[in-house]
């Protein structure tokens, strides 16, 4: 009776062993790997949307007031910083009062500040009101270009037929706003041109002035 022996308890081989946990290695690898990959992807995608939308706001705040503006700056450079002004038509009833804005690059943050120049006296600037964050410069590319009416923007960048052609000159002041977005992983280029219709080559409508706020400090 002592030398019978009971089925089942024999246990598992060494190499039984080593193949079931190779086999469960790779199956965790691949159940890991692909967790990563929808996690990753949903991350590249609300990253992708939050740096759409950033760029959205302000294309939409800029094409409103840009397309109107009766004076723009030329821009300029300060620290690590860009800046450029433009003002607005003044309401009718207030013709003395010049809206002004000045556009802000700094520390990754575009901004655009309000103020009302008045008679020649500039108030003091409210808050600036943030348009995107975590905004980088292209390398070697400015991020606000202002092309005067009669000027060939396009001559360097549409060889041949491409494009716009190389002898388009613009009868309107235009501003170029070129730089990226980066949110996350994500990184957004953007490239938008700005006409300003009420300024042409001819002499500045009436009530057009310099906002006289100049260089941030």
Known sequence: MRDRRT???DGFSLVEILITTAIMAVVMAAVTTATIEVYSG?????HTSVARDQMDN????????LRYATYMSEPGQYHDGWYMEYALPAPAETP???PCRQLKLDGGV?????????????QTPGTPA???SGVVLESGVKPFTVYKPGDTPYVKESAGTAGVGTGFGNAYQMTRLRFQVQEGTVTMPFDSVFTSQNMTGEAPPAGSTDCGKGRPK
């Open 7 to 9: 089925g089942g308890e």
């Open 130 to 132: 943030a348009l995107a």
């Open 42 to 46: 949903a991350k590249r995608i609300e």
């Open 58 to 65: 302000g294309f939409r705040r800029l094409d409103k007031e």
């Open 110 to 122: 575009l901004s655009l500040a309000s103020w009302v120049r008045s008679g020649g006296a500039t």
């Open 96 to 98: 003395a009062d010049i």
